[in-house]
């Protein structure tokens, strides 16, 4: 998966962030219950977020009308999850290491954007309205 950033009259493609939320601690135990990827659950989120979605519930709503773009560059084996899946899961994140996996995607995408103005939004990630 590519981000691309256009920047003014400049385009860029941004790293895949998902390899740097990989490295993240799953907070869950080992059960027959947990049926989605951390990963997936952060992107999900992180997408919606990006659409100006604040609600969980809403972020649901989001993540199952997008479902077949999602699909795209998430495994969803069991689907979409549900918001509270997503409140729990993104709550029991240690915030510390969450801005440092974040922190480190976008410092190894942005660097050579030093100088520039950049906007990110669901529509340049390809899941917006």
């Avoid at 590519?2 to 601690?25: G, I, M, W």
């Avoid at 918001?83 to 480190?104: P, R, W, Y």
């Amino acid at each position: 998966m590519k981000f691309l950033l256009k920047v003014f009259d400049k385009s860029f493609v941004l790293p895949d962030p998902r390899p740097y939320f990989a490295e993240l601690t799953d907070p869950r135990h080992e059960t027959k219950n947990k049926l989605h990827k951390l990963t997936d659950i952060i992107m999900l989120v992180f997408c919606a977020v990006l659409s100006d979605i604040e609600d969980w519930v809403e972020m649901e709503t989001f993540a199952e009308e997008k479902e077949s773009r999602f699909r795209k560059f998430l495994e969803l084996p069991n689907g979409i999850s549900l918001d509270d899946t997503l409140s729990d899961m993104i709550g029991h994140l240690h915030l510390d290491v969450f801005v440092e996996a974040f922190l480190n995607w976008t410092q190894s995408a942005l660097l050579s954007l030093a100088d520039e103005q950049i906007c990110l939004d669901s529509k340049t990630l390809g899941v917006g309205a």
